[in-house]
């Protein structure tokens, strides 16, 4: 039973500390649609997905006025595509980038992924095909989010795909460049991707998920960082002990509205997602939350074991609420998407080897870096090598999302509105490492991946 007390400290968390439902996901696998006729496969996966999908805004929203928990997106995540369409040409699989595109209008839902190749260990024809198709097919519609899953630990880097994921994220920018690049904000490069991510841009629907499943991600980086700043001057034990207890009040809030949509659906719930997500508006940013425990900015000594605190006590938190935690859990540091990240990052305290310190010990890496139009393919995939490898060596995950701004170089400002926000772009490391990048072929696997 709720008391009036936990009722009262819920509300002030929503109206107050920016407390809300980052998103209502709803997995739906295509296989059944799978055909190397492109005209076809379209056709079945826009009928899939509305038909599957159909209920979903609306129950979202009725969920929203009955328990008055704001729910940011509704969104979709299908089977990798690249899985589904045999043999396609790039352009047949832009036409079923077309149709997921029509189907997310009509849905009136905010966005949908799936669009996605899994090539940690090689490619298959199609998936290559998919990969090659990606700046076009974002570059053509507004809510399709494209991600190509690179490395695993199991495997190691696949350094073909990496070299060809520079070449996506380069043309997606030119052929973007109008809106500052930003079909690159909706393509991610994985290593180890989860199977049942329900954030953007890198949620599928996974080989081993139900036909239908409702995955939740919930939010709540200005609910920590305000329990942090009450907590005053207390040691690194308490500190944990309060984050664990607020992580915990948020999680059950996003079990709460998984069950309710499952019921209403009449379909699985999935996991809870209980990553910290922040976005642009003041006082919803976990840089905030880090500086709240005593640095003076994010980025200053210090920030990388602020971060190992809080993305630890989060998740011990998180699992104590629900038993099903998943997709990703933790903190995310994107730039563009954080207050306090952005204001770093201008002021020069927060650099792109700063951030790839941190991701080792947080939720997903290199997420949402805005960095100069002119930066050489090689540099963009020796970033995402980089990254990979600590997902690869560590066992967790990691990602990149960095926009390469068409025309701009760094200092200057990349406005990309919404939930996206602004970033000012950021230097990257002058010094070539194309002859490493060309080398090509398989970084091999780490000796602990050998576990079975």
Known sequence: MLETGDILETINMIRGENLDIRTVTMGVSLFDCASGDPDVLAARVYDKVTRSAEKLVPVAEGIEKKYGIPIVNKRVSVTPVSLIGGGLSPEGFV??????????????????????????????????????????????????????????????????????????????????????????????????????????????????????????GVSGPGVVAAAVKRAGNCPFNELAELIKKTAFKITRMGQLVAREASDQLGIPFGIVDLSLAPTPAIGDSVAHILENMGLGSVGAPGTTAALALLNDAVKKGGVMASGSVGGLSGSFIPVSEDAGMIEAAGRGFLTLEKLEAMTAVCSVGLDMIAIPGDTPVSSICGIIADELSIGVANTKTTAVRVIPVFGKKAGETAEFGGLLGYAPIMPVNGCSCEDFISRGGRIPAPIHSLRN
Do not use: W
């Open 95 to 216: 036409k079923t980038a077309r149709s997921l595109d029509r189907a997310a209008a009509d849905l009136g839902i905010n966005f949908i992924g799936g669009y996605t190749a899994l090539v940690q260990k090689g490619m298959t024809k199609g998936a290559e095909n998919l990969i090659v198709s990606i700046p076009e097919a974002l570059s053509e519609t507004s809510f399709v989010c494209s991600s190509v899953n690179a490395a695993s630990t199991k495997a190691g880097i696949n350094m073909d795909a990496v070299k060809l994921c520079g070449d996506v994220i380069s043309k997606t920018a030119y052929l973007t460049r109008e809106n500052d690049s930003i079909g690159c904000a909706k393509f991610v490069v994985f290593a180890n991707a989860p199977e049942d991510n329900p954030f953007m841009a890198g949620a599928f629907h996974g080989a081993g998920e139900p036909e239908t499943v409702i995955n939740v």
